[in-house]
Structure formats: C-alpha cells, structure tokens
C-alpha cells in the first residue's frame, strides 16, 4: 500500500512540470519519511520517502521541500538532495 501511495505521489509530482529541473532524492536513513515538496507554481505535495530509497522529482521552476518543519529550496543548479539523520542537504 505504501509503495502504491509512494509511486503515485512521485507521478503526481513528475506530471507538474513538462521540462527541466529534475532531480534526485536520496533518503540515506534507517527511517521512512513524508516529505512536502511544493512546486513554485502549484499546491504542496506530501510524498513517501522510504528508508534507503531514491527517486527523481522534476519541478519546472523549482521546489521548496519540507521535512521535520525545515525547509529547502532547489532550483535548476540541484542535481542531488539527501536526507541525513532527518535533515534535507542539497549537492
């Protein structure tokens, strides 16, 4: 069932955004998380990110993740964001 919610959210997301920035989400964790990625132009969208996991997201104008009530903001220049020990750390 998580996985279905997971795979469904993360389509959602990729069908926001028609080009450009894409990039990679990367949960280094033990732990499972819910993340709120809010497209510049769009409604805020809480995804499943499981222990270990990656996915790609693509936001055309660029993101603002939340995880743990701290926010993030990627443009075009992120190729990369982690999550350590429940932070958010773009590369």
Do not use: W
Request: with cysteine.
């Amino acid at each position: 069932m998580k996985t279905r919610v997971f795979i469904t959210g993360a389509l959602a997301l990729a069908s926001l955004a028609t080009a450009a920035n894409a990039f990679t989400v990367q949960n280094e964790d033990a732990t499972a998380y819910k993340l709120s990625v809010k497209p510049k132009s769009g409604k805020a969208e809480i995804v499943d990110v499981k222990s270990r996991a990656s996915f790609d997201l693509k936001c055309e104008k660029g993101c603002t993740l939340t995880l743990g009530g701290k926010a993030l903001s990627v443009d075009g220049k992120t190729v990369k964001v982690m999550i350590k020990d429940g932070h958010l750390v773009a590369s």
